[in-house]
């Protein structure tokens, strides 16, 4: 099946520094890519959609200003997480489409990564 | 009251037993149906998935849909200690297009050997 790759699968940083999160599609293009954010038993909150070539749309509640998404070509994306803070640890995953793909309903995730914030 | 609901768990049974993981909805605009398995510290993968009403057979699981009562269901037939995991019930709308998924909150699953 289909790869997406996510890194660093683990990341621990200071309060106020930013922290950046690539997702790669590795053997498919991916027009779409989504971000999500996932607390200890809690659902998969999705964040914000990105679009190659196009400013990412964020769900409401979401700061674009502190969660800053590229979607550079059709196999990167990048979320940065800016000024962090002890709130923002928390799991996050992106997703990707095959642009190719028959069905929509179908996202391939990548591993996820653990930001901790101290 | 939220668009999907679904009980976290953790559901507990031991090998061999058939599981059953249930969604309930509120949305009758959503018309795809899937089921994701997400592994600890692992992403979710696609497990199967479904648009209509009535139930879909893939080896040792089934996934049934119940529109009139906007209530989805995955079976787990002679269940191993390999399924255990979170399973995740997602729904999108028709044309759902570049939106999202929305998803359940997952139930933890344990196969006791």
């Known amino acids: 099946g289909a790869v997406v790759s996510q890194h660093p699968s683990r990341v621990i940083c200071k309060s106020g520094t930013s922290v950046k999160i690539e997702c790669r599609s590795l053997d498919f293009q991916a027009t779409t890519m989504f971000w999500y954010r996932q607390f200890p038993k809690q659902s998969l909150m999705l964040m914000a959609t990105?679009?190659?070539?196009?400013?990412?749309?964020?769900e409401q509640g979401v700061e674009k200003d502190k969660f800053l998404i590229n979607h550079a070509s059709l196999t990167l994306s990048t979320l940065t997480v800016t000024s962090a803070h002890p709130e923002d640890s928390s799991f996050y995953i992106c997703s990707a489409r095959d642009r190719t793909g028959s069905f929509t309903g179908e996202l391939f995730f990548g591993e996820g990564s653990r930001l901790t914030v101290l | 009251q939220k668009e999907v609901e679904q009980d976290p768990g953790p559901l507990s049974v031991p090998e061999g037993a058939i599981v059953s993981l249930n969604c309930t909805y509120s949305?009758?605009?959503?018309?795809?149906f899937m089921w994701y398995r997400q592994y600890s510290r692992k992403g979710p993968e696609l497990l199967m998935y479904?648009?209509?009403?009535g139930n879909k057979e893939d080896g040792r699981f089934t996934a049934q849909v119940d529109k009139s009562s906007k209530y989805i269901s995955l079976f787990i037939r002679d269940s191993q200690p390999s399924d255990s995991a979170t399973y995740l019930c997602?729904?999108?709308?028709?044309?759902?297009?570049?939106?999202?998924?929305?998803f359940g909150k997952g139930t933890h699953l344990i196969i006791q050997p």
């Open positions: 479904t648009y209509s009403s």
């Open positions: 997602a729904m999108i709308y028709s044309g759902g297009g570049a939106d999202g998924l929305t």
């Open positions: 990105s679009n190659e070539g196009s400013k990412a749309t964020y």
């Open positions: 949305n009758s605009a959503f018309q795809y």
